[in-house]
């Protein structure tokens, strides 16, 4: 039974007026409208709520990716602009490269100018050996079998040699002795390596004699440990039994050394 029944009841038993008991239950009556109209305005509030705690979690999430994206691009942009340093610094190095190779070019097509003669006349040979230009002279034209005494034939080619390298006063140059792998005989010398020492000494007495600067030049042995040829041929030998001249490069032309970076 109804609570506005059960109250109507039990206000006529309790002998209440007429208009009593009607303004009771219409006030019960309108009591209980508020009531199921609040319960309906908190329902509908609950499903605002609900809605704006929902728009919340997505701008949440909106931001979040935002934030995301946002880093990702501003680490994309630095890794850019590190590569793009680099790739410049690399850029920068090859073009230094390439000027050093240019003027190492430039001093070789000088040096062969300058011995074009003796190159035809099968007397010298200007080349690059080991990134190093040098003048190579047989040991053959220069020395007897064996021996460091210059030849008649040898200091005639050594003169107009030294003639030519005088031209280059700020350049320095070692001469270097080489010999096959065959062991000495009738020789006053102990080994192949004395030998080729000698050599290179005499041929740097001669060159100073020519009029060389002492302070541009330098000898040294390399013996048989430095071959262009096979030592199991004589062809080979032959080729292996030289005077080399080397152009020592200056600093500028030597490539850039790595930075300490302890």
């Not at 309108?30 to 009531?35: A, S």
Request: aromatic share 4%.
């Amino acid at each position: 039974m109804p609570a506005v029944t059960v109250l109507a009841l039990a206000l006529a038993a309790c002998g209440v007026p007429k208009e009593k008991h009607q303004a009771t239950l219409d006030e019960l009556t309108r009591c209980r409208g508020d009531l199921d109209a609040c319960k309906q305005a908190g329902e509908e509030h609950e499903g605002k709520i609900a809605d704006l705690e929902k728009q919340l979690a997505d701008m949440t999430s909106d931001r979040d990716e935002q934030k995301s994206a946002r880093e990702g691009s501003e680490k994309l942009f630095a890794d850019v602009q590190k590569n793009l340093k680099a790739t410049r610094e690399e850029l920068e190095d090859l073009r230094r490269q390439r000027a050093e190779a240019e003027k190492r070019l430039q001093a070789f097509k000088a040096l062969t100018a300058k011995f074009q003669k003796m190159i035809d006349s099968g007397k010298i040979k200007v080349r690059f050996r080991n990134g190093r230009m040098l003048v190579e002279l047989p040991a053959g034209v220069l020395f007897a079998s064996g021996k460091a005494d210059l030849s008649k034939d040898g200091k005639t080619a050594l003169g107009e040699v030294g003639a030519i390298l005088k031209d280059f006063a700020d350049r320095r140059f070692q001469v270097i002795g080489h010999t096959d792998a065959q062991p000495l005989r009738g020789s006053k010398y102990k080994d192949n390596w004395e030998l080729s020492t000698e050599r290179a000494l005499r041929v740097t007495k001669f060159l100073i004699e020519s009029g060389m600067n002492p302070a541009n030049l330098s000898a040294a042995g390399a013996g048989e440990f430095d071959p262009v040829g096979d030592n199991g041929s004589e062809d080979g030998r032959q080729q292996n039994r030289r005077i080399e001249i080397v152009l020592v490069p200056n600093i500028d032309e030597m490539p850039a050394m790595p930075e300490d970076t302890k």
